[in-house]
């Protein structure tokens, strides 16, 4: 799905067409990833409900609200700037009705789990202080609840993206003097490493959001980061040769500086 809708970039520069056909995408997925009658394992029908299902409800609801948002957009720098601004509220009163999830979420916690994320978990489970979305065949309520905060985490990356264009700087004032100087490639590799070591948001945060972050930190567009990855994993030698090449510096480094006493360079 990610492979496919990363592809869309290069066939229409009108963003509505592309955030169209990238909806139409998930939700063609959507309808496909179904929830098993029967789990082998407890810990697969977790997986699922937990991870796997609320994933690809994640960019449904990701492009959805993008579609709207960005056939809303107001004319002018200004107003968009405004525009952009408000659309924060409503990410954080959701966040905030379901504190206690989102907690949950953010740390990353598993000891609820069977509770949250079994068929059977929640039926005698007190531990909401508002109601929770409906559940469906293939999803679990608390699931439902993931998918939003996931998908209003890769919004608020992209509205972060946006303002810091409108406002002629990075995001959160970032400096565009410091540059990254080596491959694309290299910087999808290092994308990659932080989402898969988790050292994000506690694993929670989403490769596009962390590719959106390091696009606008070194001034690199990463828009096919997602086709850069497969080419990265068919590599005939090493896979991780720049995450190879920066512990190698790093050690030379480190003995220089036990031979110098200095920390900097």
């Known amino acids: ?3 496919e809708i990363a592809a869309i970039g290069s066939t229409s520069s009108n963003p509505l067409v ?4 990238a909806y139409l995408i998930a939700s063609d997925y959507c309808s496909k990833v179904k929830a098993s009658d029967v789990f082998d394992t407890q810990e697969s029908e977790i997986e699922f409900f937990k991870k796997i299902r609320p994933g690809f409800e ?8 993008l579609y709207y948002l960005i056939s809303s957009l107001p004319e002018g720098k200004k107003n968009r700037i405004k525009y952009l601004e408000s659309q924060y509220v409503p990410i954080m009163m959701y966040r905030r009705r379901y504190q206690s ?8 916690r598993s000891d609820l789990d069977q509770q949250l994320f079994a068929r059977q978990g929640l039926k005698d489970f ?14 679990l309520p ?10 209003y985490q890769e919004l608020h990356g992209y509205l972060q993206k946006e303002l810091g264009k409108l406002s002629n700087k990075g995001v959160n004032g970032i400096n565009h003097s410091i540059r990254w100087t080596a491959t694309k490639a290299a910087l999808v590799e290092l994308a990659y490493a932080l989402k898969a070591s988790g050292a994000i948001n506690n694993g929670n945060a989403s490769i596009r959001d962390i590719a959106t972050h390091l696009e606008n930190a070194f001034h690199q567009d ?3 980061f997602y086709r850069t990855f497969q080419e990265i994993r068919i590599r005939k030698n090493s896979r991780t040769t720049f995450l190879d090449r920066l512990k190698d510096k790093l050690e030379r480094w480190m003995d220089n500086t036990d031979l110098n ?3 900097d360079i």
């Open 1 to 3: 799905m990610k492979e």
């Open 18 to 21: 592309r955030t169209e056909q």
């Open 58 to 65: 994640a960019e449904l609801i990701y492009f959805g609200e």
């Open 101 to 108: 999830l989102y907690e949950y979420w953010c740390l990353d």
């Open 126 to 139: 007190i531990f909401f202080s508002r109601p929770l979305p409906h559940g469906d065949p293939n999803s």
């Open 142 to 151: 608390v699931g439902k609840v993931f998918a939003r905060f996931r998908a």
């Open 222 to 224: 990463l828009s096919q």
């Open 261 to 263: 006493s200095r920390g």
